[in-house]
T-cell receptor
Framework: NAGVTQTPKFRILKIGQSMTLQCTQD?????MYWYRQDPGMGLKLIYY???????DKGEVPNGYNVSRSTTEDFPLRLELAAPSQTSVYFC????????????FGPGTRLTVL | QQQVKQSPQSLIVQKGGISIINCAYE??????FPWYQQFPGKGPALLIA?????SEKKEGRFTISFNKSAKQFSLHIMDSQPGDSATYFC????????????FGTGTSLTVIP
C-alpha cells in the first residue's frame, strides 16, 4: 500500500492564480480530510468527506473547494489564490469511524506571492 | 478560540529522561484524544490515542494520562531518545462527526544525547 499520497510536494502561485492539490489513498478509507498547517497554529480542518459524493466544510473553508467522485481521490481546489493561503496542506484518511486507522499524507507546501 | 490548549511550546530533555507534554480542553463532548508525532518535512503520524473511559494508556515508552474531571490529558515519553526529537500534537475529537476534530498548537521536543 502506498497509503496517502499528495501531489505536488511544493508549489509557488501568484496572487489570483488557481490550482488543485491532489490527494489519493489506496486503503479503501471512507473518511478523508484536508488540513492546513500554519507555523505555531497546529492543524485546522478545511473540508472533509465521509464517502464518495459527500463533502462538508470544516473550520476554515473559505477560498477552497473540494469534490469526492471516487473513494480514492479527494482533490482540493484553490480559486483566486491569496497570500493568506500560504501554508502546508495535509490530506488524511481513516476507515469508517475508526480514528485509530488514521493516516496523513506527506503534505504540499504552497506559497502564494 | 483554541479548542485544545497545549503546553509547553518547546521542550529540551536529556537522553534517558522523561518528556511530558500537557493538553487541556473545554468541550466535554470530546470522546477521542490522540497524540501525533511529526518529523520535519513529513505529515503527522498517529502515535497513541485514548478514550475517556480509561485514565491511562501505555504503548511501549509512550503513555497517555487522562484526567476527565480536570479536562486534561498528557503524553509521557519514558527513556527519551534523540530519535524522539520531533513535534508532538495533541488533538480532541467527537467520533462519528467528521468536522469536530481540533489540534493543539504543537510542542517541539529536542532530546539531547
Amino acid at each position: 500500500n502506498a497509503g496517502v499520497t499528495q501531489t505536488p510536494k511544493f508549489r509557488i502561485l501568484k496572487i489570483g492564480q488557481s490550482m488543485t492539490l491532489q490527494c489519493t489513498q489506496d486503503m479503501n478509507h471512507n473518511y478523508m480530510y484536508w488540513y492546513r498547517q500554519d507555523p505555531g497554529m497546529g492543524l485546522k480542518l478545511i473540508y472533509y468527506s465521509v464517502g464518495a459524493g459527500i463533502t462538508d466544510k470544516g473550520e476554515v473553508p473559505n477560498g477552497y473547494n473540494v469534490s469526492r467522485s471516487t473513494t480514492e481521490d479527494f482533490p482540493l481546489r484553490l480559486e483566486l489564490a491569496a497570500p493568506s493561503q500560504t501554508s502546508v496542506y495535509f490530506c488524511a484518511s481513516h476507515r469508517d469511524s475508526d480514528l485509530d486507522t488514521q493516516y496523513f499524507g506527506p503534505g504540499t507546501r504552497l506559497t502564494v506571492l | 478560540q483554541q479548542q485544545v490548549k497545549q503546553s509547553p511550546q518547546s521542550l529540551i530533555v536529556q537522553k534517558g529522561g522523561i518528556s511530558i507534554i500537557n493538553c487541556a480542553y473545554e468541550n466535554t463532548a470530546f470522546d477521542y484524544f490522540p497524540w501525533y508525532q511529526q518529523f520535519p518535512g513529513k505529515g503527522p503520524a498517529l502515535l497513541i490515542a485514548i478514550r475517556p473511559d480509561v485514565s491511562e494508556k501505555k504503548e511501549g515508552r509512550f503513555t497517555i494520562s487522562f484526567n476527565k474531571s480536570a479536562k486534561q490529558f498528557s503524553l509521557h515519553i519514558m527513556d527519551s531518545q534523540p530519535g524522539d526529537s520531533a513535534t508532538y500534537f495533541c488533538a480532541a475529537s467527537i467520533r462519528n462527526t467528521g468536522n469536530q476534530f481540533y489540534f493543539g498548537t504543537g510542542t517541539s521536543l529536542t532530546v539531547i544525547p
